[in-house]
């Protein structure tokens, strides 16, 4: 029997798990908190065929162990594709990976999908994880998956029909040692496409087209400024596609530019596959923005309550901080080691006052005073409920006032992950707040 070392407990390595055992191998789960130690699995590690690194989990002395021993060393992605790739009929993959917009563009890819009469599931860094979907089997006409750079770092064969880098932004710099390594990692969801599949690409991004001509897939171009040379783009309030309108913009219900970018690979995906434009416009006309994400949810007399707590990096969150000018923010996180310069300036020019949490909060703060931000402006509070009970006490509601959390940054600091961080948000803000009603 084949043995296999999975690397870490979570949502990727219970799934690699489930889908090696489906297939007859004999599993050992590695987790320092939550099964074998890395020490007791460096002992074991000679005898194993395959190891399974959760996207997770850095490069520690077992990884760097089975790197040695010649071990060969995949994430749960590859491992699922390969499974998958063994079925006579199997579904198309769409893969989505980029810095901004990724988990809105791949549920509105498979919500599209589904409206339009075909089987298709997501998977991959949203809800449950690409292996564990493969395990169940399921017949499905398409799989859609956003994968970010760690689920990138390990592929091999992995080879989707439709790819897309929706856009780059320096992120993940406690990670990697600088941009290029992140943008280059991004790039590997195209790198074992060839003619006959589709890579879409944004011509807006100048990282992106830095590194378009390596790929070998066709080529599908969109962009938010237009151009000859580009298969998507909005022109006098329409989404033009050959030089035919086929979206009114003014009709999206996910507004804004960001979103309309979004819009654009979506769009591309439809034409990609065939489906119907009207289908396609119905669908874009009455969709509903995403929970965590520029989300709007509750209104107590003038003041409107925004949770972005998807907004886990500067680029992100600057959007955000943009669309509600004269915002009271709440900001921080995890200190991923970016130049914070672009956030203070947004800040600066954006917000009336900053309420800061996490382990940023401090750095963030000296960054905001240096950058000439009042520092009366700015209050530091530690944590959520904190700066919730601080804003309850000091507005007034008959004023108009819009409070946004959008952290810029991730949330491992002090919670499981963005969307614990959001739903407590949502959960101490009718709290603090009790006279609202939902929107």
């Given amino acids: 029997m084949n043995k296999a070392l999975v690397f870490g407990a979570g949502v990727s390595g219970l799934g690699a798990k489930k889908l090696l055992e489906k297939n007859g191998y004999e599993v050992v789960l590695i987790d320092d908190k939550k099964a074998m130690s890395s020490e007791e699995g460096i ?13 997770g989990v850095p490069y520690t002395e077992l990884v760097k162990k089975a790197f040695e021993l010649d071990i060969p060393v995949i994430d749960e ?76 770092e390990n592929i091999k064969e ?63 171009k969109v962009s938010l400024e237009g151009g000859s040379e580009c298969d998507l783009y909005p022109k006098d309030g329409w989404v033009v596609y050959k030089n035919k309108n086929i979206i009114s913009v003014e009709k999206l219900s996910l507004k804004g530019r960001h979103n309309l970018e979004n819009v654009l690979f979506i769009g591309a995906v439809a034409e990609i596959i065939g489906l119907e434009e009207e289908k396609l416009r119905e669908f874009l006309y009455n969709t509903k923005t995403l929970e965590h994400r520029m989300e709007r949810f509750l209104e107590v007399g003038s003041t ?72 009366s402006k700015i209050i530091k509070t530690g944590n959520l409920e904190n700066s919730v009970s601080l804003i309850q006490k000091t507005i007034d509601l008959r004023e108009k006032n819009t409070i946004l959390l959008s952290p810029a940054t991730a949330s491992f600091d002090q919670f499981k992950n963005f969307e614990a961080r959001g739903k407590i948000f949502k959960e101490l803000v009718k709290k603090y707040f009790t006279a609202g009603e939902k929107i």
């Fill in 304 to 375: 409107l309550f925004i949770n972005d707590s998807k907004g886990t990096n500067i680029e992100s969150s600057k959007m955000a901080i943009e669309a509600y000018d004269g915002c009271i923010l709440i900001c921080g996180g995890v200190d991923k080691k970016l130049d914070l310069k672009p956030l203070v300036e947004a800040i600066k020019n954006h917000v009336s006052k900053v309420f800061l949490i996490g382990e940023l909060a401090e750095k963030l703060e000296q960054e905001l005073v240096q950058g000439g931000y009042s520092n």
């Fill in 158 to 220: 992995f080879k989707p029909d439709i790819a897309m880098v929706i856009n780059l932004a320096p992120d993940h710099l406690d990670r990697y040692e600088k941009a290029a390594d992140y943008y280059d990692t991004k790039f590997k969801i195209a790198a074992r496409q060839e003619a006959g599949n589709y890579f879409i690409t944004n011509t807006n991004c100048l990282e992106s087209s830095k590194r378009i001509d390596n790929i070998k897939s066709d080529i599908w």
């Fill in 43 to 55: 002992e074991i590690l000679p005898g194993m065929d395959l190891f399974i690194k959760s996207p």
């Fill in 77 to 152: 992605v590859e491992l699922a594709y390969r499974y998958i790739k063994k079925k006579v009929k199997h579904p198309r993959l769409i893969a989505v990976t980029g810095t901004n917009g990724k988990t809105t563009t791949t549920t509105k890819i498979k919500e599209l999908i589904q409206y339009c009469g075909y089987k298709c599931e997501f998977a991959g860094n949203i809800g449950r994880s690409f292996a564990d979907l493969v395990a169940e089997d399921l017949d499905l006409d398409y799989i859609v998956l956003e994968l970010s750079s760690y689920q990138l």
